[in-house]
C-alpha cells in the first residue's frame, strides 16, 4: 500500500488566531508582533501584498505601513487554539505527529476505504473541518514521506484549495523545480555548500550518490535524498517525546531594576512551568533562575534539589532564594526566566514524597489549581512570594 503522509500547516497562525478572536481583523492588513513589540513575526496575505516583510522592526513597520493593525503577541492564546487543532486532527486520523505549535504529520495511508474518498479529498475535508470548526485555515500538502509533504505544504499555500500532492507521475518535474535552499532541513550554509559541489536542485541532489552525499553531508545528506525519492526514512508516529527540561522566559514590558515587578515576572514563569511539567507528569530535581540585562548580560544561578518537586509555592522559595542571590539594584534588567532540569516521570519518587501526609495536601493543591485553570481559564491563580509551609 503507497505511503500517504500529510502535513496540516496552519496559514499565518499567530495571525489567524487574532482574527479567530476578533473577527472584525479578517480581510484586513495584520500584523503579530514579538515581546515587547520588537519586530513583526506574523502577517496576514493582505499585510504580505503591501510589503511589509518578516522581522521588519516595528518603529518602521509603522512608519512605512500605517495602514497595517499592528498586535501584540498573545502567546497563550497561540497554544490553547494549537491544541484544539492538534485535537480535531486526532479525531479525523488514527496518527498524528505533531511538528510545531501550527504544524503536524499526518499519516492518511488506509484512509481511503474509511472515508469513502481519495486521499486529496480527505486532506480537502480534513482543511474544511478545521476552518469550519476552530475558524483556522490551514494548507496541507501530501507525499510519500514527510519531506515530500513538507515540500507541497509550501505549495499548497498558493492553490485556492491549500491542498497540494507530489506522487509518482510529478515527482522528478517536482524536484527539477525545487531549489535545494527550499528542501527541508536544508538552511543557507548548507544550500551554499551544495551550491559549491554543483547541487542547485533537488533533482540534482537526488542524482548524487551515497557515498557522495555521505561524505558531503552525513547521515542527513542520505536521509535527505532517500525521503526526496519517496523512500520513508522517519515515518509519522504518535509517541510524544518527553523533554528533558521545561524553559520559561520573556522580555519585560519595560526595562527596570524594580524588585517586586521582577518577582512577578519570575513568579508567573514558576506558575507556568509547574502547571506543564503537572500535564506531562514529570517532577523537577534542578531548578534555575536567568535575569538579562539591558545590555544582554545574562546572569544564571541554579540548584539541585534533595526530592523532586512539581508545586511552585515549594519551587517558588527555592527560586527566590536564587533570586536574592543574583539581584543587584543597580543593575538594569531586560527579561526574567526559569528552568527545570532533570525531569523524573512517571511518578518515580511518588512514595517518598506523598509518604508525609504535608506532602499529600501540596499535592491535592496543585491539582486544585489545575482544576480551576482548566474551567475558568489560564492564570486564574495568583500565588504570592512568601508562603507558610502548608
Known amino acids: 500500500m503507497e505511503k500517504i503522509i500529510a502535513l496540516v500547516d496552519c496559514d499565518s497562525f499567530f495571525v489567524s488566531c487574532e482574527q479567530a478572536k476578533n473577527p472584525e481583523l479578517k480581510d484586513k492588513p495584520v500584523c503579530v508582533l514579538s515581546n515587547r513589540d520588537g519586530c513583526v513575526i506574523a502577517r496576514s496575505r493582505?499585510?504580505?501584498?503591501?510589503?511589509?516583510?518578516?522581522?521588519?522592526?516595528?518603529?518602521?513597520?509603522?512608519?512605512?505601513?500605517?495602514?497595517?493593525?499592528?498586535?501584540?503577541?498573545?502567546?497563550d492564546l497561540y497554544k490553547e487554539v494549537s491544541a484544539k487543532v492538534m485535537d480535531l486532527l486526532r479525531e479525523l486520523t488514527p496518527v498524528v505527529e505533531v511538528y510545531s505549535v501550527d504544524e503536524a504529520f499526518v499519516d492518511l495511508t488506509g484512509l481511503e476505504r474509511f472515508y469513502k474518498m481519495n486521499s486529496i479529498d480527505i486532506a480537502k475535508f480534513i482543511r474544511r473541518e478545521v476552518r469550519e470548526k476552530i475558524d483556522i485555515p490551514v494548507s496541507i500538502g501530501l507525499g510519500a514521506t514527510k519531506s515530500l509533504a513538507k515540500l507541497a505544504s509550501d505549495k499548497a499555500k498558493n492553490e485556492l484549495d491549500g491542498v497540494y500532492y507530489i506522487g509518482e507521475g510529478n515527482l522528478m518535474d517536482e524536484l527539477r523545480?525545487?531549489?535545494?535552499?527550499?528542501?527541508?532541513?536544508?538552511?543557507?550554509?548548507?544550500?551554499v555548500k551544495m551550491a559549491q559541489n554543483g547541487i542547485l536542485t533537488a533533482y540534482e541532489l537526488v542524482q548524487?550518490?551515497?557515498?557522495?552525499?555521505?561524505?558531503?553531508?552525513?547521515i542527513r545528506g542520505l536521509e535527505m535524498k532517500h525521503e526526496l525519492l519517496g523512500e520513508i526514512v522517519s515515518p509519522v508516529t504518535n509517541e510524544v517525546k518527553l523533554p528533558k527540561s521545561i524553559q520559561r522566559t520573556s522580555a519585560l514590558a519595560k526595562f527596570t531594576s524594580d524588585k517586586e515587578y521582577l518577582k512577578n515576572s519570575i513568579n508567573y514563569h514558576i506558575h507556568r512551568?509547574?502547571?506543564?511539567?503537572?500535564?506531562?507528569?514529570?517532577?523537577?530535581?534542578?531548578?534555575?533562575?536567568?535575569?538579562?540585562?539591558k545590555d544582554f548580560k545574562v546572569y544564571v544561578e541554579k540548584e539541585t534539589l534533595n526530592k523532586s518537586l512539581d508545586f511552585e509555592l515549594e519551587i517558588s522559595k527555592i527560586i527566590f532564594n536564587l533570586f536574592e542571590k543574583l539581584y543587584n539594584p543597580k543593575i538594569v534588567?531586560?527579561?526574567?526566566?526559569?528552568?527545570?532540569?532533570?525531569?523524573?516521570?512517571?511518578?518515580a519518587s511518588q512514595m517518598f514524597l506523598f509518604s508525609e501526609e504535608k506532602d499529600e495536601r501540596k499535592s491535592r493543591l496543585s491539582q486544585c489549581f489545575d482544576r480551576l485553570e482548566?474551567?475558568?481559564?489560564?492564570?486564574?491563580?495568583?500565588?504570592?512570594?512568601?508562603t507558610k509551609d502548608i
Open 46 to 75: 493582505e499585510a504580505k501584498r503591501m510589503g511589509i516583510r518578516m522581522g521588519l522592526p516595528y518603529f518602521m513597520a509603522k512608519t512605512d505601513f500605517p495602514g497595517a493593525i499592528y498586535l501584540s503577541g498573545h502567546h
Open 177 to 191: 523545480h525545487t531549489s535545494v535552499h527550499e528542501i527541508w532541513g536544508i538552511g543557507r550554509r548548507l544550500s
Open 208 to 218: 548524487k550518490s551515497d557515498k557522495f552525499l555521505d561524505n558531503l553531508v552525513g
Open 273 to 293: 512551568a509547574c502547571v506543564n511539567m503537572r500535564k506531562i507528569n514529570a517532577k523537577t530535581l534542578e531548578v534555575g533562575l536567568l535575569l538579562r540585562t
Open 333 to 347: 534588567y531586560r527579561s526574567t526566566g526559569v528552568f527545570f532540569d532533570k525531569l523524573v516521570y512517571n511518578d
Open 374 to 386: 482548566a474551567r475558568f481559564g489560564k492564570n486564574i491563580i495568583q500565588t504570592g512570594f512568601v
